[in-house]
């Protein structure tokens, strides 16, 4: 049996957490996860953004009720480097013509070998730039929505230039905010573990990343109390019970609800833009879906209570 988590780490898993694993070539992402799990001693881990067995890079990975964020983090956008090689002779000229063409919203239907049904899909390239060529290997750097395939991407390419092509290595540098140079391989957890478990907990710790680092890189609404009961609760939230926006945001634009104490109450869609709120008391405004406090935690003072009943009449 385990020893037990030192009291900080042991709150810290219990909070919710996340760690940015630096996923090598060969196991699955499923597998990472399963093996982070595990060296926590936990039942329960997740990852957002898939990575094929033979990709490397940074694999996000959430513990605890940091599961409740994946949607959050599955609307980040994804960075890579990887190598595209031609199948025939390009021109320099041709090639990043044939790049700028690429950027912005494309098609994209999976590859065979995906773990999602193969269906049309757009997708927007943010940034996709050659850093250097030598012969017929190009190396890129690529920016796309999550759900990107730079698989696809690059035998794409090569048809566009008449020659095919193919991908042939493949590296996540980034998601969202979160860059490689914040993730460690799986030997550094296990060491941060066996240290954690000897009763220095700091290492550990610091691989253990707070969930605000994701809510907040999202649009807050800060609620007034009996809001967030409310919202606690599974309701909807009305304009009424905005007490401030943090940072304005559009309808369909994903929000964090927090209480007046900085807690995260849940995560929301927006139905109306911000900037209309003031024209908005009545009526729901933030669609409300995955509650993330406990809500036995919110007295739900936002109830009316039953009026008394009246006293019966005196007989005449």
């Not at 994804?78 to 098609?107: C, D, M, N, Q, W």
């Not at 954690?196 to 707070?210: N, W």
């Amino acid at each position: 049996m385990s020893e037990p988590w030192p009291a900080p780490v042991a709150a810290r898993l219990s909070e919710g957490a996340f760690l940015l694993i630096d996923k090598p070539r060969g196991p699955t992402s499923h597998q990472v996860t399963a093996w982070v799990r595990d060296l926590l001693g936990l039942e329960r881990a997740g990852h957002a953004g898939t990575l094929d067995p033979n990709v490397s890079g940074v694999l996000w990975i959430g513990v605890g009720p940091a599961l409740k964020l994946l949607p959050l983090v599955l609307q980040f956008p994804k960075r890579y480097i990887g190598v595209a090689v031609l199948h025939g002779e390009a021109s320099e000229t041709s090639v990043r013509a044939a790049l700028e063409e690429f950027k912005g919203p494309i098609f994209q239907t999976p590859p065979v070998r995906s773990a999602v049904k193969r269906e049309r899909r757009i997708r927007t390239i943010h940034r996709l730039d050659l850093i250097e060529r030598t012969g017929s290997k190009l190396l890129l750097d690529v920016v796309g929505d999550s759900g990107t395939y730079v698989r696809t991407l690059a035998a794409d390419l090569g048809d566009a230039l008449g020659v095919g092509g193919h991908l042939e290595e493949l590296r996540r540098t980034g998601t969202g905010p979160f860059v490689e140079g914040q993730s460690v391989p799986l030997a550094a957890l296990a060491d941060a573990v066996t240290r954690a478990r000897a009763g220095s907990p700091e290492s550990l710790l610091a691989l253990l990343h707070p969930m605000a680092e994701v809510w907040q890189e999202f649009p807050q609404v800060i609620l007034r109390d009996s809001a967030a009961a409310a919202v606690a609760h599974g309701a909807d939230l009305a304009g009424g019970g905005i007490d401030r926006v943090l940072r304005p945001f559009s309808a369909g634009q994903s929000v964090a609800l927090v209480s007046r104490t900085g807690h995260l109450v849940a995560l929301g869609r927006a139905l109306v833009d911000s900037v209309d709120l003031s024209h908005r008391k009545h009526g729901w405004v933030i669609d409300a879906g995955r509650v993330i406090a406990d809500a036995a935690e919110y007295p739900a003072s936002w109830r009316k209570t039953a009026a008394p009943e009246a006293p019966a009449a005196k007989a005449g």
